[in-house]
């Protein structure tokens, strides 16, 4: 067995270890993210949104087209930078990606090494961009959802006593639920319960909730993503638990979840620079677009944030003229120096008059949103501004 | 006879792991002069170097003292997060050299204590309940490890196992170690010789152990041991022997793999992993030293090979596996396959040498 | 009172936990094997219910009883071509292969079914009871699903130890190769057990989404480890071990979520496990093996 497998292998293995060759006119942008594994829907979601931007920007026939491919990692570093490496031998020119934070810091440190352009749609640790100068996020930073959001509940008085459910073996949750605390209790929040769940034990999500029910909270703060909230609503719903619930960009997505009654969601606020039942244009038809290639899923934020990034680099790209036969360092450079530019603005799904900095943050305006009937409603029409505070944070 | 036919079994394996990874090493490295080394296959080597090491630490437990453990990855998280962790506080200031050396000490010591600690009760059960019990431990660790935040300041070290907050840092404290992230920001050192060092030092100590006093005693204990006490082999003393060795091992093969990378979480280091490192223990056959390093090279591989299948990876993967492990293992295959080797019985002899130099081609 | 209501809550998430070993200790103790695949069989029985009962709208009691027709029939095809051509190799190629089926079933309902979670709806409908005026609430899902397990448990003790099949299996787990010399036909033994192991997955699955509605392809996994626990914890292979092994676990995971540490009561759930060990090496209800010379 082992000499039939060697023998195999070593075919297949030969093939894979040549170098391919790269010829074409569209410039090679590859995606990494979680396809298969626990963590799917995230990377699924931002794959079709790459997959219809992409089909777009070549559509339009500008100067820039792109060649794109999307990678699996499993959410697992080991595997992201296995994906990276392929993605490289494929002739990656800019990288879109990757999608899931501890991944993204593994392949954040290669991409530095090899001064290759890197955009995470939603890796949204401080960390990720921290990594270094080539490495931007669309996204919001989690201390900026952290501190925006205790900002938020405490000047527009939601509630007095706060109870917090948060995964505690999830990067995105614990970094938002650290800096949610901090500025909690310099905003005079009064947190009385601070519940965690991990990964492991998610099966029964209950007496966190009850915890927040025992503990008088009025406003539960959800930093997580909403598959678990789902359940949490419903565990509150049961036990005639009714407080005001506020979460994060991660919530988007809820009323999406098949045979989720929705009813339970009613009166969620949450702060998400990406609604799919916005009325706009642009919304719509990627909303349709995603239906279509997804085969009737409803895009979440991932999908809008990874739409974002191809488009992102698509106008970029443009500005600063990159053709496909220059090599990856020089189209980062290139890139680099565009994207910083305070001239370049960006308008897409997720933000309009996105603008980024040196330190690779995105600055745009997160969207209060409140669900009612079944649909986001802006919170009093008007957004939040966080985006000065996350500047001064990341300074 | 039998005497003699043992020795020239065990000289066998030797020459055959030996050459298995020398010819690993020697392929690599002439591919990489010639400058046709693709950036996923350097990619892969570190890793690969790690998971082999795995995979004959996992045999020394599971193949030779019999067995089960679920929970071997624990050791390897141990190893890698003490390695790391002091490689990126007190090794910054250190030179590179000393620095490595150390953490590689510091990770091989941090699995072997946690070995002794695992080891003390667990060898006390048998079978499936020490089985259990391995895996308990490494969840217990996985789980300890996803919740400790450690973090720097003037006045010391700070520890919490509830979040960032509680560690009551001053404000210009560092955290290094952030809970469910892990540690970020690790100098990356990957160096393909050193693994095939570490390959090399690891068959060097487990073919000599295996071939000592106290490996023959492990091999009893294993076939019997009842039989073995009566003869008057101690066996806690060598079951923890087997266990702790095993333990040290891992931890180094932790440390390796974990400065391959910038990131390091307690996450990756599951019961799944310790599943696959137990799959390559037993695809290449409980007890063999080179089917091990086959397996956990192929196995490593694989995924990445089935890339072009995009969603239906790992799908493909465990159809793979399933049908392997029936060709492998299954008795009527096992006949049939004797039957055939009978026939070509003349054209075995020089195959398996051929197989580690063309393993890499 | 919140005491007790904490206590509930980890005798619901038990009842499931045992539910789940009783199909797992049915496997072990009688074909010797660790079946890791079980917990992803539960999946597949929830999403058999979910598309015919949540989303199909068909009766709960039909899309139960068909939602064990496919989990009987899924499990009798894994053994037979997964696990009957390994009988008499090694106990851990065995292993290995079970976790191989296992990876393909979450990956191919991945496939099938995307990995989108879905929601369920509660196949019981019958309202919560309240007690001391409301202060204590149990939901009718745990009340059914701790109901459900005590009469399996029992049928299942009824069954192996008063039928003639139910005898051959114990012939079967005791000594494969004297059953066989007895006429027992041994594959046929194993074949029977899966299909109940495998059936009683399907109604744990349906009740596990009832109490705990979220479904994607790994809902299976955590718990299916979780019950394994709780069947070494009770003592593996006894079927009243399950039960209890079940029910205390949850209880342990449950109250050491409230009164230690959310993030940490998995790590006091294995704790508390090796320490039951040691003191009691065979588990709580175990049967101490006596080791012949």
Same mark, same amino acid.
């Given at each position: 067995?082992k ?19 790269s010829?074409?006119?569209? *410039?090679?942008?590859g995606g990494i993210?979680?396809t298969?594994?626990?963590a ?11 997959q219809?931007?992409? $089909?777009?920007?070549?559509?339009a026939?500008?100067?820039v087209?792109? $060649?794109w491919?999307?990678?699996?990692d499993t959410?697992d570093?080991?595997t992201s930078?296995?994906?990276y490496?392929?993605?490289?031998d494929?002739?990656m020119?800019i990288?879109?990606g990757t999608?899931?934070?501890n991944?993204? &810091?593994a392949?954040g440190?290669?991409a530095v090494?090899?001064n290759?352009?890197m ?5 949204s640790s401080q $960390?990720?961009i921290d990594t270094g100068?080539n490495?931007?996020? *669309?996204c919001?930073t989690?201390?900026n ?5 205790a900002d938020?509940?405490?000047s527009k008085? &939601?509630?007095t006593?706060?109870?917090v ?8 949750s614990?970094g938002? =639920?650290? =800096?949610?605390?901090a ?5 005079g929040l009064?947190?009385?319960?601070n519940?965690?769940?991990t990964d492991?034990?998610?099966?029964d999500?209950?007496?966190q909730v009850?915890?927040?029910?025992d503990?008088?909270?009025? &406003?539960v703060?959800?930093?997580i993503? %909403? ?9 509150? =719903?049961?036990?005639g638990?009714?407080?005001k619930?506020f979460g994060?960009?991660?919530l988007?997505?809820i009323?999406?979840?098949e ?5 339970l969601?009613e009166g969620v606020m949450? &702060?998400?620079?990406?609604?799919a039942?916005?009325a706009d244009?642009?919304?719509?038809d990627?909303v349709?677009?995603y239906?279509?290639?997804?085969k ?12 974002d ?5 698509a ?10 036969d ?10 680099k120096?565009t994207?910083?530019d305070?001239?370049?603005t %960006? $308008?897409g799904?997720?933000g309009?008059?996105?603008t980024?900095d ?6 745009k305006?997160p969207?209060?949103?409140? *669900?009612? =009937?079944?649909e986001?409603q ?18 | 006879?039998a ?8 000289a066998?394996t030797?020459?055959t792991?030996?050459i298995?990874?020398g010819?690993?090493?020697g392929?690599?490295e ?6 046709g080394?693709?950036s ?11 998971y082999?090491?795995m ?6 437990v599971?193949?030779f ?5 679920l929970?071997?990855a624990?050791f390897?998280s ?5 390695g790391?962790f002091?490689y990126?506080t007190?090794g910054?200031g ?12 510091i990770?091989?010591l941090?699995a072997?204590?946690f ?7 667990v060898?006390r059960?048998?079978?499936?309940y020490?089985a ?6 490494g ?5 300890v490890?996803?919740s400790?935040y450690?973090?720097?300041d003037?006045?010391g ?7 960032q907050?509680s560690l009551?840092m001053?404000?210009?404290g560092?955290?290094l170690m ?10 990356k050192?990957?160096v ?7 390959i ?5 100590f487990?073919?000599?152990l295996?071939?000592?006093r ?5 091999t ?9 006490r009566s003869?008057?082999?101690n ?11 095993s333990?040290?091992i891992?931890?180094f093969a932790?440390?390796l ?7 390091l979480?307690?996450k990756k280091?599951d019961?799944?992993?310790?599943i696959?490192?137990?799959v390559?223990v037993?695809?290449g ?8 390093i086959?397996?956990a090279v ?15 990876r790992?799908?493909?993967y465990?159809i793979?596996?399933i049908?392997m492990?029936?060709?492998?293992r299954?008795?009527a295959?096992v006949?049939?396959?004797?039957r ?5 019985r003349s054209?075995k002899?020089g195959?398996e ?6 393993k890499?081609? | 009172?919140?005491f007790?209501s ?9 009842s499931?936990?045992a ?8 496997v072990y ?5 660790l079946?890791? !695949?079980?917990?992803?069989?539960i999946?597949v029985g929830g999403?058999?219910v979910?598309?015919?009962?949540c989303?199909g ?5 039909l899309s139960?009883?068909?939602?064990i027709v496919?989990c009987t029939l899924l499990?009798i095809t894994i053994?037979?071509i ?6 008499g190799? !090694?106990?851990?190629?065995?292993? #290995?292969?079970?976790i191989?089926?296992s990876?393909?079933?979450?990956n ?6 995307s ?7 509660? #196949?019981v ?6 007690l001391?005026g409301?202060?204590l609430q149990?939901? !009718?899902?745990t009340?059914?699903?701790i109901?459900?397990?005590l009469v #399996?448990?029992?049928?299942l003790?009824?069954f192996?130890?008063?039928t003639?099949p ?7 787990s005791?000594?494969?190769?004297a059953?066989?010399?007895m006429?027992i ?9 899966f299909?109940?192991g ?5 109604i !744990?699955?349906?009740?596990l ?10 809902t ?7 019950a394994f ?9 006894s ?24 993030q940490l009561s ?6 508390v496990? #090796?320490?039951v060990?040691?003191?009691?090496p ?10 012949k010379?």
């Amino acid at each position: 067995m082992k000499k039939f497998v060697c023998v195999a292998m070593s075919g297949v293995l030969a093939a894979s270890f040549a170098v391919s060759a790269s010829a074409a006119d569209q *410039i090679k942008v590859g995606g990494i993210g979680p396809t298969t594994g626990p963590a799917a829907i995230y990377g699924t979601a931002a794959m079709y949104g790459e997959q219809i931007a992409v $089909d777009e920007v070549n559509k339009a026939g500008g100067a820039v087209q792109f $060649d794109w491919k999307f990678e699996d990692d499993t959410h697992d570093a080991e595997t992201s930078v296995n994906a990276y490496n392929s993605l490289k031998d494929w002739g990656m020119q800019i990288l879109a990606g990757t999608v899931t934070t501890n991944p993204c &810091l593994a392949v954040g440190a290669e991409a530095v090494n090899d001064n290759m352009f890197m955009m995470t749609p939603s890796a949204s640790s401080q $960390d990720v961009i921290d990594t270094g100068d080539n490495v931007f996020q *669309i996204c919001f930073t989690d201390p900026n959802q952290g501190t925006a959001s205790a900002d938020y509940i405490s000047s527009k008085k &939601l509630g007095t006593k706060i109870g917090v459910i948060y995964n505690s073996s999830d990067a995105y949750s614990s970094g938002i =639920n650290t =800096n949610f605390q901090a500025e909690a209790s310099k905003v005079g929040l009064q947190v009385v319960a601070n519940e965690a769940f991990t990964d492991d034990n998610s099966t029964d999500l209950t007496t966190q909730v009850q915890a927040c029910k025992d503990a008088g909270a009025d &406003l539960v703060f959800l930093p997580i993503y %909403y598959t678990p909230a789902s359940q949490i609503l419903k565990a509150a =719903n049961d036990m005639g638990y009714k407080p005001k619930f506020f979460g994060c960009d991660g919530l988007d997505g809820i009323l999406g979840v098949e045979g989720f009654d929705t009813s339970l969601a009613e009166g969620v606020m949450l &702060l998400t620079p990406f609604v799919a039942t916005s009325a706009d244009k642009a919304t719509q038809d990627f909303v349709a677009k995603y239906k279509e290639v997804s085969k009737g899923d409803t895009p979440n934020q991932f999908a809008a944030d990874a739409y974002d990034v191809i488009k992102v680099l698509a106008k970029a790209g443009e500005k600063a003229g990159i053709t496909a036969d220059m090599s990856a360092s020089d189209i980062c450079d290139a890139l680099k120096a565009t994207i910083t530019d305070p001239s370049f603005t %960006y $308008d897409g799904l997720t933000g309009t008059g996105m603008t980024w900095d040196a330190s690779g943050a995105v600055s745009k305006e997160p969207k209060g949103m409140i *669900i009612e =009937n079944g649909e986001y409603q802006p919170i009093d029409g008007e957004s939040v501004s966080a985006s000065t505070e996350a500047e001064t944070e990341s300074e | 006879m039998a005497k003699q036919k043992k020795i020239s079994k065990a000289a066998r394996t030797y020459l055959t792991s030996f050459i298995l990874v020398g010819g690993f090493w020697g392929a690599i490295e002439a591919v990489k002069l010639s400058g046709g080394l693709s950036s996923k296959a350097a990619g892969l080597l570190i890793p690969v170097c790690a998971y082999i090491m795995m995979a004959i630490s996992l045999n020394l437990v599971v193949g030779f003292l019999g067995e089960l453990s679920l929970g071997h990855a624990a050791f390897m998280s141990a190893g890698a997060f003490a390695g790391v962790f002091f490689y990126n506080t007190a090794g910054a200031g250190m030179p590179e050299g000393a620095a490595i050396v150390l953490a590689f000490l510091i990770g091989g010591l941090a699995a072997g204590i946690f070995g002794v600690i695992v080891g003390v009760p667990v060898l006390r059960l048998s079978g499936d309940y020490l089985a259990i019990v391995t895996l308990a431990f490494g969840e217990i660790l996985k789980n300890v490890l996803n919740s400790l935040y450690i973090g720097a300041d003037s006045a010391g070290l700070h520890f919490s196992l509830k979040d960032q907050f509680s560690l009551n840092m001053e404000p210009t404290g560092k955290v290094l170690m952030k809970g469910a992230m892990g540690i970020t920001g690790i100098r990356k050192f990957s160096v393909f010789s050193v693994g095939i060092l570490l390959i090399a030092l690891t068959l060097l100590f487990v073919l000599n152990l295996m071939n000592s006093r106290a490996g023959r005693a492990i091999t009893a204990i294993r076939d019997d041991d009842i039989a073995a006490r009566s003869i008057g082999i101690n066996l806690t003393k060598y079951k923890l022997m087997a266990f702790v060795s095993s333990a040290v091992i891992a931890g180094f093969a932790g440390v390796l793999y974990a400065l391959n990378f910038a990131s390091l979480v307690a996450k990756k280091f599951d019961y799944n992993l310790s599943i696959n490192i137990l799959v390559m223990v037993v695809l290449g056959g409980m007890g063999s030293i080179p089917g091990a390093i086959i397996a956990a090279v192929v196995l490593t591989v694989l995924p990445e090979l089935l890339r072009g299948f995009s969603q239906y990876r790992m799908f493909i993967y465990s159809i793979v596996l399933i049908i392997m492990m029936l060709f492998n293992r299954a008795p009527a295959f096992v006949m049939w396959r004797q039957r055939m080797a009978l026939k070509f019985r003349s054209g075995k002899a020089g195959s398996e040498k051929e197989d580690a130099g063309k393993k890499k081609g | 009172m919140q005491f007790l209501s904490y206590l509930v809550r980890g005798i619901s998430l038990g009842s499931v936990y045992a539910l789940i070993a009783l199909g797992y200790t049915m496997v072990y103790g009688i074909a010797k094997m660790l079946n890791f !695949a079980h917990g992803d069989i539960i999946m597949v029985g929830g999403y058999v219910v979910f598309f015919t009962f949540c989303q199909g709208g068909m009766n709960p009691w039909l899309s139960m009883i068909l939602a064990i027709v496919v989990c009987t029939l899924l499990g009798i095809t894994i053994e037979r071509i997964a696990y009957r051509p390994l009988r008499g190799a !090694a106990s851990l190629a065995v292993l #290995i292969t079970a976790i191989g089926v296992s990876y393909f079933l979450e990956n191919g309902a991945m496939l099938l079914w995307s990995s989108e979670p879905k929601s369920f709806t509660s #196949i019981v409908s019958l309202p919560a009871l309240n007690l001391f005026g409301g202060s204590l609430q149990i939901s !009718a899902e745990t009340i059914v699903t701790i109901v459900t397990s005590l009469v #399996i448990m029992f049928v299942l003790i009824w069954f192996v130890n008063n039928t003639r099949p139910g005898h051959a299996m114990q012939a079967v787990s005791e000594d494969r190769g004297a059953a066989q010399l007895m006429g027992i036909n041994v594959n046929a033994i194993i074949s029977l057990t899966f299909a109940i192991g495998s059936g009683l997955a399907a109604i !744990a699955g349906a009740l596990l989404l009832s109490s705990y509605p979220t479904l994607v392809p790994t809902t299976g996994a955590m718990p299916g480890i979780k019950a394994f626990v709780a069947a070494v914890f009770g003592g593996i292979g006894s079927i009243p071990g399950a039960f209890v092994g079940g029910i205390l676990l949850g209880i342990i995971e449950n109250l050491s979520k409230a009164y230690i540490s959310t993030q940490l009561s998995d790590a006091i759930v294995f704790l508390v496990l #090796i320490v039951v060990l040691l003191v009691k090496p065979s588990g709580l209800l175990g049967k101490k093996a006596t080791v012949k010379v």
